[in-house]
């Protein structure tokens, strides 16, 4: 017999009291429709997973173990065709799932989109605590952390106030007697605007009585997140939502692609992506060495003669390794780096592995006047959820146009 899961009103007076009734920061409640967790946001973050192409969706998830407390599946995509494939084959190759919305992992910047992001909204979320997290038009931009584009609204992050905004059919002003299809572009048209008009909500709402969806919610104020089921057969389960977490005064809101993962479907779970899960923060940090051994030069980058000059800057998590290294380089040459260092890593803290080489050209230009191309710098960011965990393992080239880098992770006892 399975736990009958309690019923708990989704409202400000029970979002003010929840936190009592978690258990090591998560809880499991009902209202009406909707099923929901509550996570305590002290303990847990929201994160974004993305699976492998040779798994599926909760195939990935299991992989992460005890970090993940919760997840649901992310963008929309395309489209219907995909799913008649996952009944002949396994997994979909992550390159032929189109994702309407770039993510952004610890930063970095994953798959393109190819525009079709800037019509849907982003939930993205700071790197340091407090998190501190938004909902908003086009895809996360540099200054998210963590983020993933190609969702719906429910609750938005208003322009030039940072305070929520409802969304619905039409716009509506609380004074200004603007008309419903008048987008505010003002800092006066924000600040009167009582409700956003989205597409993207109108379209959903017209079906959703005969469509699963997820949602997701964060309230910075309380600092909880919430995870949302609504099954079919539910009229007017998206506004009902709506109204019942900006009721509760939540931070934002959003919907993701309309199934859900509670008891995933094989076509889905064979094709989903990108999800977002909440994950938790008491993990065990890392303890690693990383040794950079050599740059492999395919390019000097030089416009006369043979022979280039870089500067190479070796730096991890921010560290610069030795002083920075001078050589004159040619196409074929070795560059001994012979750079090594103990690093450790607390992912509660949001903390990554950060490896850098910070290139310079210190070739001028020519008698004509041509500049040398630049050397391009080199960055990558592995965390927990990197395939393998922390890059540990690896001993392998980075390429570049110009150049390959070794370089070698491994764990410390």
Partial sequence: MGKTIPKLPLTSETLDSVREQLEEGFGLFSDGPFTYVVLDARTHRFEVVRRESDETFTQRLSRLGGAVRVAMNGPMYGGSWLYARTTTRGPLPRDEVFNEGNARMSGNLLKEDEGAGRFRYFLGRNRDRPYLHQVKLDNPPDTVHEGIGGLGPIIITRDFHDTPLAVGVGNLYATTGLPPDKI????????????????????????????????????????????IVKPGREDDGLVLLRDKLGAAGVTCACFTDGDFLATPREHKDKSIEFGLMGARTGLAAARLRVTLAEIEVLDPCVVEGDEGRWEIGVFVNGRRLGEELRTIVAAGDYVALERSVAVDIDPNRGEDLVIELRMRNLIGPTLSGLEPPPVPSFRETLSYRSEPPWGVGTFSYVRAEVYRLRYSIEARE
Avoid: G, M, V, Y
């Fill in 184 to 227: 505010p572009t003002t800092r006066e048209e924000w600040a009167d605007c009582t409700q956003r008009h989205s597409n993207h909500f109108e379209i959903f709402h017209a079906k959703d009585n005969d469509t699963d969806f997820c949602a997701f919610a964060a309230d910075d104020r309380r600092e909880l997140l919430l995870f």
